[in-house]
T-cell receptor, first 114, second 118 residues
Framework: DSGVTQTPKHLITATGQRVTLRCSPRSGDLSVYWYQQSLDQGLQFLIQYYNGEERAKGNILERFSAQQFPDLHSELNLSSLELGDSALYFC?????????????FGPGTRLTVL | AQSVTQLDSHVSVSEGTPVLLRCNYSSSYSPSLFWYVQHPNKGLQLLLKYTSAATLVKGINGFEAEFKKSETSFHLTKPSAHMSDAAEYFCVVSDSNAGGTSYGKLTFGQGTILTVHP
């Protein structure tokens, strides 16, 4: 158990819908990251937050947005869903968000878009 | 820019024989390198990491990796495979940028699936 929690574990929805994925970091970690794992793209970095502020952005679609709240939990919002958004979404956390930090991963949320 | 190439998509070994998973990286500045393991339907677990200290890094479950700057490699090894090692392994790089600012963006290789035969 990494100490990072993600809810829900599974999500099944239809095209065009909007969903919210939630992540709680390990106690004491200030930085949160979101990653997408799909069969065709592999594991890709989406976005990083540090203490409530956006810190780095990857190949995140404009239909996707995220935020980190004052209690440090984070949410990833996916809207106008397409079939290709079906993937495993991981949240990770680390102490301060440096390149040398170890990132601890949650168990993931499996999103299926029908 | 940073990138990672895992040279084998599948590796198959017999239990008790050595494991070698190969990884080459590309980075502009001072990379940190990691190996993560993913068991079926599980999250990612850190095996080991290199952050510019000793070039030979020891990790959990008997795994180790050697950072070779001249070869831009970070291969993962284990002397004797166990059935429980069967999983997918990811080589990962994290880099600072030209200004020395260090972010946590991880770039993953495509993964190597390790199969262990009895």
């Amino acid at each position: 158990d990494s100490g990072v929690t993600q809810t829900p574990k599974h999500l099944i929805t239809a095209t065009g819908q909007r969903v919210t994925l939630r992540c709680s970091p390990r106690s004491g970690d200030l930085s949160v990251y979101w990653y997408q794992q799909s069969l065709d793209q592999g594991l890709q970095f989406l976005i990083q937050y540090y203490n409530g502020e956006e810190r780095a952005k990857g190949n995140i679609l404009e239909r996707f947005s995220a935020q980190q709240f004052p209690d440090l939990h984070s949410e990833l919002n996916l809207s106008s869903l397409e079939l290709g958004d079906s993937a495993l979404y991981f949240c990770a956390s680390s102490v301060v968000g440096r390149s040398t930090d170890t990132q601890y991963f949650g168990p993931g949320t499996r999103l299926t878009v029908l | 820019a940073q990138s990672v190439t895992q040279l084998d998509s599948h590796v198959s070994v017999s239990e008790g024989t050595p494991v070698l998973l190969r990884c080459n990286y590309s980075s502009s500045y001072s990379p940190s390198l990691f190996w993560y393991v993913q068991h079926p339907n599980k999250g990612l677990q850190l095996l080991l990491k290199y952050t510019s200290a000793a070039t030979l890094v020891k990790g959990i479950n008997g795994f180790e990796a050697e950072f070779k700057k001249s070869e831009t490699s970070f291969h993962l090894t284990k002397p004797s495979a166990h059935m429980s090692d069967a999983a997918e392994y990811f080589c990962v790089v994290s880099d600072s940028n030209a200004g020395g600012t260090s972010y946590g963006k991880l770039t993953f290789g495509q993964g190597t699936i390790l199969t262990v035969h009895p």
